[in-house]
């Protein structure tokens, strides 16, 4: 027979082109090592598929720890800078390849999880609506306080969105780029989620306004997010060390000031005003942030804090790191306790004890997940302290 | 409106009107663009010499989890085929083993631009003014992420059911030691992800996904399935719905720069830089591959060549950016000339080299070489009588002592490599346009194959003086590298590439390669 086949003649069907095929096929396999990537250290007992699909993709040399290739890059930008280098970041490493996402999530399985909220979503959006839940919102709550202020947040979830471009870009591992990409989309999302908050709203309530010009006039000319959002834009395009963005707003910012805000400003106190619509939103920001906690501890304490031949470095580096970004924070804090001045106060729940009790949960966390590892000092206490006098 | 109002319309609303409500991905999608605000330092950190504009819109309006439902979807259907129905018929076992061991090197090949893609779209995403077209570059990377590990799926699968796992299983680790390595991560990696932010773009977007996976990623669909794989169709496929997505990405790339000054001054020139850059390596690798890597043959590596590049690309893609000033590159008249020889000359080289490879490779049959003189008359006389001096020298088989590479070296045919491009050239012997030119520069002697990656090289070498396998291998003993490169399969002495497929035949092993005494040395050091 003729070995040029057209008209889409298929051999694994056809019985003509299948038995050539099966006749050259060996009888035994030639190999016994079925196991891909078989070479590598798993993080648990045996390569899991995440770490199959993931792990050495990154075609870097053995020059930058954990590389399997050699040589040089065989184009560079204008002038000769490399395309990846050790030089990116102040940290160092032993193998930048080490970072695992716990939850092990390669795309598919990313995907498969946000594709069920949206359809959950959708779901709970319909049955709200239905219900007539929104009826029982407080008007200030729901127009000047999610209106504004939670249009506003969404700002800040859209600049440090923007903050992982160049972590995608510039980081030196690939489960880390990886991971830095779904904490990007994970970021994105929750500003979709709160515009997609703001537009059913509009639907259910005439004359609630859609649009993101007040939030915006808010975010950007406003002084309760005036400190996030200078802190947003440093983390955002000031900061250049990819390995310095992610602590910033993983590490510092968004557990503190990301934490109050969504936990225990909107998520504690919307039930009190009637809206159970918003922590449904919250809550899944809240799964998005647990899971990159998850990550970046991945690859803060486990990796680098804990590397045999630089982990003291890193961790010199780590509260170098915390002094400079943490001022920062607690000046976003403070300047977002103006908010408590727009709402009518509810006893034990809005006035100063209750925030402070906020501030204290959100503090405590930090200092356990965060400080404490890397054997960072801190006084807790001062700095609630600090963030209270932002209270008018 | 008043908040008392406001809250007396809502009321008033509901109480003729509880149906079901819910916001669609385009309602919230009409917003992004205001997401975005101005302050003084918001800059890209990756420098281009174009301005994209800061209205530009993307054509694919996805949120992240309109994105994700879409993808999860597409997902199902393909792991669904895979670990069902292709397993239950045992189908990876089905396959024709040339074209197995093609898969070896497509696949992963293929995962390391994906893969590059991935850094690549976060520096456009950096790089873009407007949420828009940044929201279509995080769908972008998104996507690069899907494909990276769906290409390492079909050497995953393959390794876990197929024939020879060798090759399949350790992929990411081998690759590096053959001649065909630092040539791909010209093209499918640092092309990608090192120089003007636009310039990667056009690399990236307009060329390699806009040209050069059409062949990659769709033709290679129907060689794959005449040869007995549907694995490949079934991932490759669906990797290409999101293709679309990418293209049209380059393509809003374009637009948002149309109006700039620099594109009327610059973007011609990265464009053929780019399009010359790719189709210098995937001109021959891609032919080569489909050709000399399969046993079913779809047509002439030639014809698809001349329609998905020349046709559908230099004509009806390109002329589509004609109205901003974008023009058919001014090398796409010398690349048509490679497409008809230069795979061949790429097989001879790569044969030649086989010990160095993480595949196994097979010399043209008696059938197949009719096949090739018939659609490419002359190739017996220059290609297919050295493929049957090196046979009757017993190049399949250890005990001969032989290695083709040997015969380029008895005849004085040294083979050089393009410094610019990383591709083998043996401009001694070659029916396609390859030329020997040799510039000095920093005290190193540098070898060239043509004009247009000699031009980049003259006007940025500091770009491109990217160390070759002939410098790194320079002195070693061939088993040496192979031992060093892992070359070896399980059993720690046979080699993963072998001179053929034959399933009677004779496997390689270290010790053969030793004996031969093959040692490296640069040409260029010759001269």
Known sequence: ?392 | MAISAATKAATDALAVNRAPVSVGAQEVHRWMQSFTWDFEKNRTKYSTKYKMANDTKEQFKLIAKEYARMESVKDERQFGSLQDVLTRVDAANRVHPKWNESMKVISNFLEVGEYNAIAATGMLWDSATAPEQKNGYLGQVMDEIRHTNQCGYINYYFAKQGQDAAGHNDARRTRAIGPLWKGMKRVFSDGFISGDAVECSINLQLVGEACFTNPLIVAVTEWASANGDEMTPTVFLSIETDELRHMANGYQTVVSIANDEAASKYLNTDLNNAFWTQQKYFTPVLGMMFEYGSHFKVEPWVKTWNRWVYEDWGGIWIGRLGKYGVQSPASLRDAKKDAYWAHHDLFMIAYALWPTGFFRVTLPTAEEAEWYEANYPGWYDMYGKVYDEWRARGCEDPDSGFLPLQWFIENNHPIYIDRVSQVPFCPSYCKGASTLRVLEYNGKKHSFSDQWGERMWLSEPERYECQNIWEQYEGRELSEVITEGHGLRSDGKTLISQPHTNKDGKMWTLDDIKKINCVFSDPLKAL
């Open chain 1, 1 to 392: 027979m003729s070995i040029e086949v057209s008209g889409g003649r298929r051999g694994l069907t056809d019985p003509v082109l299948a038995a050539e095929i099966m006749a050259a096929i060996p009888d035994q396999p030639l190999e016994t090592q079925r196991k891909m990537n078989y070479f590598m250290t798993p993080r648990g007992k045996r390569i899991n598929e995440y770490e199959v699909l993931c792990c050495y993709t990154q075609p870097t040399p053995d020059w930058i720890p954990g590389g399997l290739d050699w040589g040089d890059w065989t184009q560079k930008f204008h002038g000769g800078r490399p395309s990846w280098s050790n030089e990116s970041t102040e940290m160092r490493s032993s193998d930048w390849l080490k970072h695992r996402d716990p939850a092990f999530r390669w795309h598919a399985l990313y995907v498969k999880d946000k594709a069920e909220e949206w359809r959950y979503t959708d779901r709970f959006l319909k049955a709200y609506s239905a219900d007539g839940h929104v009826r029982s919102m407080d008007p200030v709550w729901r127009d000047e306080v999610l209106g504004d202020y939670l249009g506003a947040f969404g700002f800040s979830e859209y600049g440090l969105f923007n903050s992982h471009s160049s972590v995608v870009r510039d980081c030196l591992g690939d489960t880390l780029r990886m991971s830095s990409a779904m904490i990007g989309l994970d970021k994105v999302d929750n500003a979709q989620m709160i515009q997609i908050e703001r537009t059913f709203l509009a639907k259910l309530v005439p004359g609630f306004p859609e649009s993101t010009d007040i939030p915006k006039n808010e975010w950007t000319k406003g002084v309760i997010f005036k400190g996030s959002r200078e802190v947003v834009q440093q983390i955002w395009q000031e900061t250049y060390d990819w390995n310095e963005i992610l602590f910033s707003g993983h590490m510092i910012y968004d557990p503190l000031f990301g934490q109050f805000v969504r936990r225990e400003f909107f998520s504690r106190l919307s039930s009190y005003y009637g809206d159970t619509l918003t922590p449904f939103f919250i809550n899944q920001m809240q799964l998005y942030f647990s899971q990159t906690k998850g990550i970046t501890t991945d690859m803060f304490h486990t990796c680098l804090a804990a590397d045999e031949q630089f982990g003291d470095y890193n961790i010199r580096l780590m509260r170098a790191w915390a002094d400079k970004w943490l001022p920062r924070t607690i000046t976003s804090l403070k300047d977002f306790m103006g908010i408590f001045s727009k709402i009518p106060e509810i006893k034990g729940v809005s006035d100063k004890p209750a925030i402070e009790a906020a501030l204290g949960r959100v503090f405590d966390d930090w200092k356990h997940d965060f400080a404490d590892p890397i054997g960072y000092k801190v006084d807790t206490a001062a700095l609630i302290k600090t963030v209270l006098t932002g209270l008018k």
